[in-house]
């Protein structure tokens, strides 16, 4: 017979130093130890002289010294056994401490005064330890997923509870920090930062990528999956799973649902809005006639016709992909406003509100231009419109207000 495996691994980088290690929540078991208290609050202690290993005076020199007991009266750190061992702070630090009123004073058995160090309760955190015993395994997180689905549709989902330990010690609640999860899958990722911003009122984000891998009627394990999209009318590849859970998680599910006042956005690769144009290549046998011809049919598309952008574009997903390009945030606020005689986008970022885009696939008329909405823009201000809509003129006078650039 064998031992049976009931150990995983996950493995921890840090990338720089500007990364913060949170503690963890303390138990109750853990808070029943703070049975003192005084007017800052409740307490525990810790004895000050250290134990284990690592305890003895040639460990730490500089952390073996005198301090006086409320007899007046000279104690060092004496290990069990009669050896020279040493405190756990440094004399300067001990001075600090005492002077904050922090070391209380026990007698041992012997009748030998102790001093130990006061910690409270209030903010206190655990350190997070190597091993996770109290987590439960992948069983668990398919009694998740099958809550959700109302079946087993994905293999070996990881549990929630195992997720949100990860980003209890991982992130900031406060500061919108974002979990990046390159292989997606069924969404345990997305449901564990909603569950736990619920939790603690949190603003921590996720971005959730996922190929859109084909689900085969052939392979067993995949069947259910494929036939929970088809009974849904919906693609039938992995990232539909992924987008489902989230949804189900936000709207609530199961016999009590408890919806989520939160949101996603989707996006998917494609290809750009704008044309791509072949390279005009010359070489020694290269035709003159056919390299003019080229460069004027160049010449002629980007400059007399409006076709910078492919046939059949969307102004929204050219919204976006110009965002990007200038450093926006996908979570940017869209805005479609009517000024004057032209319909605009106007695009703020949501993390540097004054930073603004306006984008306008209309030729811009001259009420427009002038309009007593575009004062007070900033200097950074970026309006995007086709070149082949705009005079000299209307280039010079826009230019006094935004920065300009074509389409």
């Known amino acids: 017979s064998k031992i049976g495996s009931s150990l995983d691994y996950i493995l921890v980088y840090q990338k720089t130093s500007l990364f913060n290690l949170q503690g963890l929540e303390l138990s109750d078991k853990d808070k029943a130890r703070f049975e003192d208290s005084d007017n800052k609050g409740k307490y525990s202690t810790l004895q000050l002289r250290k134990t284990g290993s690592g305890d003895r005076r ?139 911003n619920k939790e603690d009122e949190g603003n921590r984000q996720f971005i959730l990528i996922q190929l859109p891998e084909p689900l085969s009627n052939k392979i067993k394990d995949q069947k259910l ?17 992924t987008k489902e859970r989230i949804r189900r998680v936000i709207l609530g599910y199961g016999t009590s649902p408890s919806p989520i006042n939160d949101g996603f956005k989707v996006f998917k690769l494609d290809k750009s809005n704008y044309r791509v144009v072949d390279e005009i290549e010359k070489s020694e046998e290269s035709n003159n006639k056919e390299l003019i011809s080229a460069i004027r049919k160049r010449i002629q598309s980007s400059l007399i016709f409006d076709n910078s952008l492919i046939d059949g574009y969307k102004e929204l997903n050219v919204v976006y992909e110009n965002l990007i390009k200038e450093g926006f945030s996908l979570n940017s606020e869209i805005k479609k406003i009517q000024i004057e005689k032209n319909s605009l986008y ?62």
Request: net charge neutral.
């Open 346 to 407: 106007e695009v703020s970022d949501d993390k540097e509100k004054n930073k603004l885009i306006y984008v306008c696939f209309e030729k811009l008329h001259k009420e427009t231009i002038d309009s007593k909405e575009f004062t007070n823009i900033g200097e950074d201000t970026l309006l995007i419109c086709f070149d082949i809509h705009l005079t000299d003129s209307d280039k010079a006078n826009l230019s006094k207000t935004f920065k300009i650039k074509t389409m």
């Open 58 to 196: 040639e460990d730490r020199e500089n952390m073996f010294y005198a301090i006086k007991d409320p007899d007046g009266n000279d104690v060092f750190p004496i290990g069990p056994t009669g050896y020279e061992s040493r405190w756990r702070v440094g004399k300067k630090t001990y001075l600090e401490i005492e002077k904050e009123d922090l070391i209380v004073w026990k007698t041992n058995k012997q009748g030998i005064n102790t001093p130990y160090v006061k910690y409270y309760l209030e903010n206190r955190t655990k350190q997070v330890s190597n091993l996770w015993d109290d987590v439960d395994g992948n069983k668990k997180g398919t009694r998740e997923l099958t809550e959700i689905f109302g079946d087993k549709i994905f293999n070996n989902p990881k549990p929630v509870g195992l997720i949100k330990k990860i980003l209890k010690i991982s992130t900031d609640k406060d500061n919108k920090d974002i979990t990046l999860d390159f292989f997606a899958g069924s969404g345990t990722t997305g449901q564990s930062v909603l569950d736990l």
């Open 225 to 241: 999956a494929l036939d929970f999209l088809k009974k849904l009318k919906k693609p039938t590849n992995i990232a539909e799973i």
